[in-house]
T-cell receptor
Framework: QQPVQSPQAVILREGEDAVINCSSS?????VHWYRQKHGEAPVFLMI?????EQKGHDKISASFNEKKQQSSLYLTASQLSYSGTYFC????????????????FGKGTLLTVNP | GAGVSQSPRYKVAKRGQDVALRCDPI?????LFWYQQALGQGPEFLTY????????KSGLPSDRFFAERPEGSVSTLKIQRTQQEDSAVYLC?????????????FGPGTRLTVL
């Protein structure tokens, strides 16, 4: 049930763009994106919900294809501060007992932005 | 305002020792989660509290793991008779309400090393 993230790692020069993908084999209610810097807490970026609703930061954009059970995070004009590991967390449809809190995270995508 | 805090930040235990990890969630947050994060992996769900009630402990790896939140605020994750495979970062997260729409706020984690 763990979502699959791609790529595993990406290296950018400052100002370049990147796309991080997250796919699931199960039908999803929502996808949550977090960024974690080494030794620090994961930080919330965005929630994408079935039906197109989104909640998150203005400077981050993402998409959620419900039919394909896929989400993509778009990082444009990258800054040094974007470096870190990006995780997607998925909430599955049809969870038992209404477990709409149980995030299952992917293995992460390590993003490095160089000057 | 203060975020989620965890203590200790680092813990080294000899195999067989008991350890207790503390989490102070954001004041007023009803929902509290514990996750285990192995090196190079995403956070993995352990257990979930709504106020003082432990509603889901399906992710606890064995009966050596025990979590409590007696007054609906601070939570403690206890691991008895620690084993080397327990070595990981233990993350705590809280949210206002655990549902599809609300992000989880993570603490910095406790890095547990079992020798």
């Amino acid at each position: 049930q763990q979502p699959v993230q791609s790529p595993q790692a990406v290296i950018l020069r400052e100002g370049e763009d990147a796309v991080i993908n997250c796919s699931s084999s199960k039908a999803l209610y929502s996808v949550h994106w977090y960024r974690q810097k080494h030794g620090e807490a994961p930080v919330f970026l965005m929630i994408l919900l079935k039906g197109g609703e989104q909640k998150g930061h203005d400077k981050i954009s993402a998409s959620f294809n419900e039919k394909k059970q896929q989400s993509s995070l778009y990082l444009t004009a990258s800054q040094l501060s974007y470096s870190g590991t990006y995780f997607c967390g998925t909430l599955l449809r049809g969870g038992s007992g209404g477990s709409n809190y149980k995030l299952t995270f992917g293995k992460g995508t390590l993003l490095t932005v160089n000057p | 305002g203060a975020g989620v805090s965890q203590s200790p930040r680092y813990k080294v235990a000899k195999r067989g020792q008991d350890v207790a990890l503390r989490c102070d969630p954001i004041s007023g947050h009803v929902s509290l989660f514990w996750y285990q994060q192995a090196l190079g992996q995403g956070p993995e769900f352990l257990t979930y509290f709504q106020n003082e009630a432990q509603l889901d402990k399906s992710g606890l790896p064995s009966d050596r793991f025990f979590a409590e939140r007696p007054e609906g605020s601070v939570s403690t994750l206890k691991i008895q008779r620690t084993q080397q495979e327990d070595s990981a970062v233990y993350l705590c997260a809280s949210s206002t309400v655990a549902d599809l729409y609300n992000e989880q706020f993570f603490g910095p984690g406790t890095r547990l090393t079992v020798l």
